[in-house]
């Protein structure tokens, strides 16, 4: 679908034939005239910051692998939270199970334990060991993908001062050229996006930027200073681009040979989105971070 392409509306009835698709918001009618649409896009022209290019599309509802926008239109959402949502809007189970948590309580902060961080990360990490990781392997949830990766940046650079013997603000990350992992600060100061890295600076040094692929180059860009390298296991925002075989297991030795962490960025590719755990797996590699 085209960003200018606006979909055919579908009639009432059509729509109240789809299998588990909710229920219209109150006071909108099917198949209408695109009015709500442009009142909805204008509101958010008005006072909305523009961060971003949306599709010309306005969601009201969803279910499973459906939405439902302003005009009752439906589309199959192939967008998918780019790839957040692995099981469809609405899931049973899931809003089960955050229902009965804000029954219960809704939040503590880290100022307290509570009875659900603790089961929580054990499983997250015995389905890390599954793939490989060791058997006492620790979890830090975030909320973003970007707040992990700045926290494993962070981990990597203290254990580069601590325990490798870095001088102090001397440590530096090795990254991939076409890479995201995200809009903050630091990561954008190694992005080769322009958009996402024009007119951020100053930028936060300590980052090497290597082509995707080139074990050669890896090497080359290694020195005593280097605490990490940081990877997509497959490039997402660049377009989907799955390294050369062998890639990641040369990445593993490099580090493993040179004294330096593999930071892998499973964001968009972790949790089964490949067939896999994790998309390392295909590769038979255990990075020192997911």
């Not at 995707?212 to 990490?228: F, K, S």
Request: a negative charge; charged letters at 20%.
């Amino acid at each position: 679908m085209s960003r200018n392409h606006t979909p055919e509306a579908v009639p009432a009835s059509e729509v109240a034939r789809i299998p588990g698709l909710p229920p219209l918001p109150p006071g909108v009618e099917p198949a209408g005239d695109g009015t709500a649409t442009k009142e909805a896009i204008a509101l958010d022209e008005r006072v909305t910051a523009h961060n971003y290019h949306p599709l010309p599309v306005v969601v009201a509802e969803a279910d499973g692998a459906w939405v439902v926008d302003v005009e009752g239109r439906r589309f199959l959402d192939c967008l998918a939270g780019y790839s957040a949502l692995n099981f469809g809007h609405r899931h049973p189970a899931l809003l089960s199970a955050v229902r009965q948590q804000l029954d219960r309580l809704t939040l503590t902060s880290r100022a307290f334990h509570n009875d659900q961080l603790g089961p929580f990360c054990a499983e997250l990490a015995a389905l890390a060991a599954r793939a490989g990781m060791p058997s006492d392997a620790m979890v830090l949830p975030m909320n973003t993908g970007a707040e992990a990766v700045e926290t494993a940046i962070k981990v990597a650079r203290k254990w580069g001062y601590q325990v490798k013997g870095v001088p102090s603000g001397a440590a530096n990350i090795i990254v991939a050229e076409n890479n995201f992992h995200g809009r903050t600060t630091t990561i954008v100061s190694f992005s080769t996006d322009p958009v996402a890295r024009d007119d951020y600076g100053p930028y936060t040094p300590g980052f090497t930027i290597v082509p995707y692929g080139d074990l050669e180059a890896l090497t080359a860009a290694i020195d005593q200073n280097t605490v990490a390298v940081l990877l997509e296991p497959i490039q997402g925002e660049a377009g989907v681009l799955v390294p050369p075989e062998g890639y990641l297991a040369g990445v593993r030795r490099i580090c493993d040979e040179q004294r330096v962490l593999f930071l892998a960025d499973e964001i968009q590719s972790g949790l089964g989105r490949t067939g896999e755990t994790f998309a390392c797996q295909h590769d038979s590699v255990v990075p020192d971070m997911f």
